[in-house]
């Protein structure tokens, strides 16, 4: 029996599927799966209403996604604070990829969250900018979707260890799919050389983790990759995979 047998079955039973019960069988039966297995089969589950989304600090899951299901939607939240590097990666995926990417705004504009809340509010309180700019807006973004694929991996940080290659989102009661959770390093890098795929070029000056500006500096050789992410504010996640 495969997982699309599974999935049947519960329609039958049910009559519409219940996104809860496959999410255990699915992170069971595809976790020794190719990354492009996984996405088939939440291509195939999910319909339209998957997405993906995509910091534009290269075009890795975007490339492995759209061959998969073309014209995917691919949510790019726009801060507001990003380096220009990033926002150039962004109008470049639209022109090289076959996907369809909606730049996610929060509801105030940086000048208004500054007058209201004062300047600098990333040095502040990096949780709550993050939140307002990020979480936020992605939240408000995902209600249409039943399931949405992110890009990452279990050896990026100890708060990523455990993640599965499927995964029940409880605070957006949402499926999220982590098709390359079990890739290395190596295995990034060489996907990306082999397939030509398109790269931020900040990554070629220094910097492997790529946020938002003020919030992001160079990381020294030896450095842990993600070390030059709100470096000195004991912060190492922003909150929209917590």
Known sequence: ????????????????????????????????????????????TFGDRLC???????????????????????????????????IGTRDAVQQVYDVN???VRGPRTVEEQERELGPRLFGRNPDLCCYLRKVEPLNRALEPYLAWISGIRRDEATTRA??????????????????????????VDNYMADNGVLINPLHYDNYPSIGCAPCTRQVA?????????????????CGIHL
Do not use: C, Y
């Not at 009559?15 to 069988?25: C, F, K, N, P, R």
């Open 162 to 187: 455990d993640t599965k290659v499927v995964e029940w989102d409880a605070k957006r009661q949402m499926v999220k799919v982590n098709p390359i959770a079990k890739w290395t390093q190596d295995d």
């Open 1 to 44: 029996m495969t997982l699309v047998d599974i999935e049947v079955g519960l329609r039958d039973q049910r009559g519409t599927l219940d996104l809860q019960d496959i999410v255990e069988s699915a992170a069971v039966f595809l976790e020794d799966a190719s990354a492009r297995e996984i996405i088939r089969w939440a291509a195939a």
């Open 52 to 86: 993906l989304t995509s910091s534009m600090s290269d075009a890795l899951l975007i490339d492995l996604v759209s061959r998969v299901k073309p014209g995917v939607d691919v949510l790019f939240i726009d801060t507001g604070f990003h380096f220009a590097e990033t």
């Open 101 to 103: 990417v909606i730049n």
């Open 221 to 237: 050789e030896g450095e842990d990759p993600r070390s030059g992410r709100w470096a000195g504010l004991g912060k190492v996640e």
